[in-house]
């Protein structure tokens, strides 16, 4: 069974530092593509960033709102994967899921687990 | 970035009765190439994480009961409920995967008991 598991959210101040993590289980985490998406508050889900397995590149994949701001890295030695949060801004406010990318039929793109998800508020 | 629009925004239908939800994208999500819609609808219901249901526009995810079902090309798509139940209750996303990695969804649909 997949299970992805957050932790690291909390309450911050703009301007701060933060750093999620997303243990990783059930599946082969080293071949896999990974995803962070998020929801602010009542609303839809927004994509984060993505990035690819070791031995397809390892590179990351940002949005706009979160380019320059936001770094993607994976232990793969651990099965975790991590968001590095700088710069954070009150819009930056949401819960945040850890995802996998196509693990089941290899279709880039389609997000089939989802983790429950950590949440960050940015607050002053 | 392909925008989604999904409609309506929130509707409400019997138990037992056929819910239907639109989805439209700014530009054509289908790949020529292989003939494949690059179109995913999702399934999140209240306090829950969002569940894949289907993908390639038409093709459930396993496990999804055969009720709901996916329809459309191009830039319209439909997802069916065909006899709601109780757990269905939820809101529904459709995401495009055409621009992946710049994957995009749309705002929702809220399905509601009438």
């Known amino acids: 069974e997949v299970q992805l598991v957050e932790s690291g959210g909390g309450l911050v101040k703009p301007g701060d530092s933060l750093r999620l993590s997303c243990a990783a289980s059930g599946f082969t985490f080293s071949n896999a593509w990974m995803n962070w998406v998020r929801q602010a508050p009542g609303k839809g889900l927004e994509w984060v960033g993505r990035?690819?397995?070791?031995?397809?590149?390892?590179?990351?994949d940002y949005a706009a709102p979160v380019k320059g701001r936001f770094t993607i890295s994976r232990d793969d030695s651990k099965n975790t994967l991590y968001l590095q949060m700088n710069s954070l801004k009150t819009e930056d406010t949401a819960l945040y899921y850890c995802?996998?990318?196509?693990?089941?039929?290899?279709?880039?793109?389609?997000?089939?687990?989802w983790g429950q998800g950590t949440l960050v508020t940015v607050s002053s | 970035d392909i925008v989604m629009t999904q409609s309506p925004d929130s509707l409400a239908v019997s138990l037992g009765e056929r819910a239907t939800l639109n989805c439209k994208s700014s530009q054509s999500v289908l790949y020529t190439s292989n003939n494949k819609n690059y179109l995913a609808w999702y399934q999140q219901r209240p306090g829950q994480p969002p569940k894949l249901l289907i993908y390639?526009?038409?093709t459930r995810e396993s496990g999804v009961p055969d009720r709901f079902s996916g329809s459309g090309s191009g830039t319209d798509f439909t997802l069916t409920i065909s006899g709601l139940q109780a757990e269905d209750v939820a809101i529904y996303y459709c995401q495009q995967y055409y621009s992946t990695p710049s994957v995009t969804f749309g705002g929702g649909t809220k399905v509601e008991i009438k």
């Open positions: 995802a996998t990318d196509g693990v089941m039929y290899v279709i880039r793109g389609v997000v089939d687990f």
């Open positions: 390639w526009a038409s």
């Open positions: 990035i690819k397995s070791k031995g397809e590149g390892g590179t990351t």
